[in-house]
């Protein structure tokens, strides 16, 4: 059993708009210029399609590496060295994850107008057999920051797959688990670029605060599968 705190993926049941969206986005990208970034959003039929199961069921299909945040412009992701508790963090890296929504939810949350920290993070449990289960997912932001709504219109971009390294899967509360994060010590150039709203990410009445002095608190009982700090 995860701790409370880890939020299930709803159900991915895709139905056939959705499903024929995916098909053909994945076939327009095959034929799209290679020196410019495929727009999604004339795939998604007048809102007719949740954005959350079009990346999923896209991811489903094809391997992608995601990227999520507020700037609509990125021509190459270049690499950082981000503040970050996890190992896996801590280097040099372009930064991205093999699961959609958990880009959206950098996407959504306003970091350039508020003075935010973010805590959060994805996980899939392995069976006997090494295969994943479904997703699980956390989300906290600045505590003082919450009640503001600091949330954006973003974009989640979709960059190749080759040359990012994926976290090593490993122990977590004496199960075994994987945490879908990538990096890539060299630039990527996006593939594709989706425009997301706050209303699109599934978790949003979800997102819970924390203390930013204890930011370090926090992140330790995760890493550990303790309890949510009081």
């Not at 590496?65 to 801590?90: L, Q, V, Y």
């Not at 954006?152 to 976290?167: A, C, S």
Request: contains cysteine.
């Amino acid at each position: 059993m995860l701790p409370d705190y880890w939020i299930e993926r709803p159900p991915l049941s895709l139905d056939a708009e959705t499903q024929a969206a995916a098909d053909e986005f994945l076939s327009a990208l095959k034929s799209a210029r290679s020196d410019r970034t495929l727009d999604v959003e004339g795939l998604l039929r007048d809102g007719h399609i949740a954005p959350w199961k079009f990346l999923c069921g896209v991811a489903d299909r094809h391997r992608f590496a995601f990227h999520g945040t507020g700037d609509p412009n990125i021509e190459s992701f270049e690499p950082r060295h981000p503040i970050d508790f996890a190992p896996f963090g801590d280097q040099k890296a372009v930064f991205a994850t093999s699961d959609p929504i958990w880009a959206m939810f950098y996407a959504i949350v306003d970091r350039d107008s508020h003075d935010i920290t973010l805590n959060n993070g994805c996980i899939v449990v392995l069976d006997a057999n090494g295969d994943p289960g479904t997703p699980h997912y956390y989300f906290s932001i600045s505590r003082g920051t919450l009640p503001q709504h600091p949330w954006r219109t973003g974009y989640v971009y979709l960059l190749p797959i080759e040359g990012f390294v994926e976290q090593a899967a490993g122990p977590y509360g004496g199960q075994v688990a994987r945490v879908p994060q990538l990096a890539s010590p060299a630039p990527v150039r996006p593939l594709a670029r989706m425009q997301v709203s706050p209303d699109d990410f599934p978790f949003l009445a979800q997102i819970r605060g924390h203390d930013d002095e204890r930011l370090s608190e926090y992140a330790q009982a995760v890493m550990a599968a303790a309890p949510w700090p009081d």
